[in-house]
Nanobody, 114 residues
C-alpha cells in the first residue's frame, strides 16, 4: 500500500523560508510526476509545482521564482519555499502521478505570519 507523508510545515515570518518534503512508502512504480498542491479552507485545491520523471519542472504563477521543486530520491520530493508571503498560508499536499494511478498525502500546514 502506497503512502505519501509530507513534513516540514510550520510557522514562519513573512520573507522567511520553509522546506517541505514528501516521502513515499510502499511499492510505487513508473512515477510520471511528483507535485505539490495547496488548499485553503473553503477553496479548491490549487496546483503549486510539479516535476516530471525526467526532471522538467513547472510552477504556478504565484510561486514562480520563489519556490523550487526537486527530487532527492526516486520516491521523495522537496519543495523549497523562499520569500514566503502571508497569502502562502494554507495546507500543502504532495501528489504522485503514475501511469495508472495517483496518490495524495494528508497535508502539512504552512503558516506565514508575523
Amino acid at each position: 500500500q502506497v503512502q505519501l507523508v509530507e513534513s516540514g510545515g510550520g510557522l514562519v515570518q513573512p520573507g522567511g523560508s520553509l522546506r517541505l518534503s514528501c516521502a513515499a512508502s510502499g511499492t510505487i512504480r513508473n512515477i510520471r510526476a511528483m507535485g505539490w498542491f495547496r488548499q485553503a479552507p473553503g477553496k479548491q485545491r490549487e496546483f503549486v509545482a510539479q516535476i516530471s520523471s525526467v526532471g522538467v519542472s513547472n510552477y504556478a504563477d504565484p510561486v514562480r521564482g520563489r519556490f523550487t521543486i526537486s527530487k532527492d530520491s526516486a520516491k521523495n520530493t522537496v519543495l523549497q519555499m523562499n520569500s514566503l508571503k502571508p497569502e502562502d498560508t494554507t495546507v500543502y499536499y504532495c501528489k504522485y502521478q503514475t501511469y495508472a494511478d495517483k496518490f495524495w498525502g494528508k497535508g502539512t500546514q504552512v503558516t506565514v505570519s508575523s
